[in-house]
């Protein structure tokens, strides 16, 4: 059957210009929708407050459900672990004698360590997490890559904090409620960040591909040195991220660079700590760079132009370690 | 109005045609129902990639095609508003696109009015593709990434997953009209 068509509206005058106002009010919600649109392309941060206050309300239910969803997780692990547990507890075993020995000669070396950089009066600098909570959204069905915290003002997190699990970075904090914040994921197109390879601190950029992978862009034109399996951290250049934060692994080479997997995938780490923002100026212990603003780390938008100090950064990321 | 007076001594038939629905859940489970799809697309797990089919706009979808008329033209514009607070694109790309797709939704059955599902899955399938195309290329005037092959897995799981949520609706449409309220 043919359902009623709507156009028709008889002779009834209520009707004919309700239907009428009702066309008007739909154009209406084309063109505000293309004005809101162009005015949030130009101004990111325009509707901040609203979607803030939107991710609050939703605080409670997020929480639950990232409950339960860690908790369906073990589930399956749980039930999982009964048909391997025989070959699992052996090859356990073997590699908690192989950590053993492993755990004294690290000792060793964090000792030796501790006195080499007593030698170049370098303090050590452990970031203390300024609060933690659930990573309880994201925005799964859009291009963007943005997830919510159940965290907020109200625990003292603020614009440009960097957002790690213990894995390793998941993002930066770029909106903020009274009880939930907006974090820009690393695999957002949007975000850049410097890194170095963990074993000799080639200096590189990370930036996202929306994908769940990122793209290492190096900073030195030769011959590509990456290898597949290098694993790569935060350099620390142009402040905002801590040197030495876990980022990602190589998972595949391209000509001038490689696509590396992250290590902190959020769809894995529930829990995660939000850190203060990394400061080099404030460290003592480091040459001061020249001019004060190459060192913009309290700015949320710092990576985007931090491109022009990142040799000198990255030379003093060096010492760091 | 209708007396919101319960009837204590009535059989379970006589109550069945005494009883009417509530005026409040007729009009508001629809909205109510759109909104809370926006909110659970990002709900379930976080994905490093887009994976989720855009539940807010499905189910928007399903009420229009299962009644034409239950919700107005304009209803784009606040739901499309909701979806962008929680969506993660650029504020106003809901409302542009929610908007354009309800007036091509009426124009769509003007010009065709003798449907079944299958047309209508197919119609939905086509608006569900262009609104994901779009949505992302906004996006990525916004600053996101964007290439064919990491919207084509949300895209086919999106027209796959329409009969479903349609079913979804069917259910919320029957709890819609549920006889609360005695009369007479």
Redesign the interface.
């Known amino acids: 059957m ?2 009623k ?3 028709r509206t008889g002779y009834s005058r209520r009707a004919q210009y309700s239907d009428f106002f ?2 008007i ?6 063109l ?10 130009s101004n ?1 941060a ?2 901040a407050w ?2 803030s206050a ?2 609050d309300i ?1 605080v409670p ?2 929480r639950l ?1 990232a409950g339960t ?1 860690a908790g369906a997780s073990n589930v399956g692990s749980t039930l999982a672990g009964y048909f391997v547990w025989g070959s699992e507890n052996a090859a356990l075993r073997r590699e908690v004698a192989a950590g053993r020995v492993r755990q004294v000669q690290m000792a060793g070396m964090a000792d030796e360590n501790r006195r080499l950089k007593a030698l170049l009066h370098l303090t050590q600098t452990d970031p203390k997490p300024i609060a933690t909570g659930w ?14 915290v159940s965290i907020g003002r109200m625990s003292g997190v603020g614009v440009g904090m960097p957002v790690v699990s213990p894995l390793g970075l998941v993002g930066r904090v770029v909106e903020v409620g009274q009880v939930s914040a907006r974090v820009l ?1 690393l ?4 975000s850049v960040v410097p890194v170095r390879r963990a074993s000799d601190g080639i200096p590189a950029f990370a930036s ?5 992978t990122l793209q290492l862009r190096l900073l030195t034109l030769a011959v590509n040195p990456l290898h597949i399996g290098d694993a790569f951290v935060a350099s620390g250049s142009g402040g905002l991220y801590w040197p030495g934060t876990p980022i990602a692994v190589v998972a595949s080479l391209t000509h001038d660079g490689a696509i590396a997997r ?1 290590l902190a ?3 894995v ?1 529930e829990m995660v700590a939000v850190q203060p923002e990394w400061n080099p100026v404030a460290d003592a212990s480091l040459a001061p760079v020249d001019g004060a603003a190459s060192v913009s780390g309290s700015s949320a938008s710092s990576h985007s132009h931090s491109g022009h100090t990142s040799s000198s950064h990255s030379s003093s990321g060096k010492h760091h370690q | 109005m209708i007396p919101l007076v319960p009837r204590k001594s009535a059989g379970k038939r006589s109550r069945r045609f005494t009883r009417a629905p509530s005026p409040v859940l007729a009009y508001l489970t629809p909205w109510a129902t759109i909104a809370i799809a926006s ?1 659970i ?15 807010g706009f499905l189910v928007l979808l399903s009420w229009r095609q299962l009644h ?2 239950l919700l ?3 209803a ?2 606040p739901l ?1 508003f ?1 979806d ?17 797709a ?2 091509a939704l ?1 124009v769509i ?2 010009r065709w ?3 079944n599902f299958s047309i209508e899955w197919a119609v939905a399938a086509g608006l569900i593709a262009t609104y994901i195309i779009i ?2 290329l ?10 064919l ?3 084509l897995p ?1 895209l086919i799981l999106s027209a796959l997953l329409y009969p479903v949520v349609a079913r979804g609706v069917a259910r919320a449409d029957s709890f819609r009209l549920t006889r609360f309220w005695a009369f007479g």
Not at chain 1, 32 to 41: D, E, F, I, T
């Open positions: 043919a359902p068509s709507k156009r009702g066309y009010a739909g154009f209406a919600g084309v505000l929708g293309l004005a809101v649109l162009l005015g949030s392309l990111h325009g509707f609203a979607r939107a991710s939703a239910i997020g459900v969803r990573l309880i959204a994201s925005t799964a069905s859009s291009t963007r890559r943005y997830a919510t994921l695999t957002d197109a949007e996202g591909r929306a994908d769940g992250v995938d959020p769809g780490s | 909110y697309a990002s709900m379930p797990t976080a994905t490093s990639a887009p994976l989720m089919p855009p539940l034409p008329g107005p033209v304009w784009g514009l499309g909701v962008d607070l929680v969506s993660g694109q650029p504020m106003g790309s809901g409302i542009l696109t929610w908007s354009i309800m007036i009426d059955e003007f009015p003798w449907r949505a992302a906004i996006a990525q005037m916004a600053g996101g990434g964007f290439t092959l990491l919207i949300q």
